[in-house]
Nanobody
Framework: VQLQASGGGTVQAGGSLRLSCVAS????????MGWYQQIPGKQRELVAA???????TYPDSMKGRFTISRDNTKNTVYLEMSSLRPDDTAVYYC???????????WGKGTLVTVSS
């Protein structure tokens, strides 16, 4: 199983980025897909999730700025990030989850740096 995230980089505050995560080795359309953010020294936190039926979930702090979507024909999940702030600087990880039984896969992450 591989989750290959891409699209990270350096952007100025107020800018936008789109992250992509291509999955292989799983039946993608059945998985709950998520994006997580890990700021140095802090725990990994959920940024957005999208179910197999394309229902979406966001923490209150991310609502309105981040949008998750998926394309089951391309085995890809996206994260559109806008109005980026320096405190969004983090490594962003792609996650694939299915149950039962619970199975969790992680990608290697892509670094997003937001400069002020």
């Amino acid at each position: 199983v591989q989750l290959q995230a891409s699209g990270g980089g350096t952007v100025q505050a107020g800018g936008s980025l789109r992250l992509s995560c291509v999955a292989s080795g799983i039946t993608f359309r059945f998985y709950l897909m998520g994006w997580y953010q890990q700021i140095p020294g802090k725990q990994r936190e959920l940024v957005a999730a999208i179910s197999s039926a394309s229902g979406t979930t966001y923490p209150d702090s991310m609502k309105g700025r981040f949008t998750i979507s998926r394309d089951n024909t391309k085995n890809t999940v996206y994260l559109e990030m806008s109005s980026l702030r320096p405190d969004d600087t983090a490594v962003y990880y792609c996650n694939a989850y299915i149950s039962p039984p619970p199975v969790n896969y992680w990608g290697k992450g892509t670094l997003v740096t937001v400069s002020s």
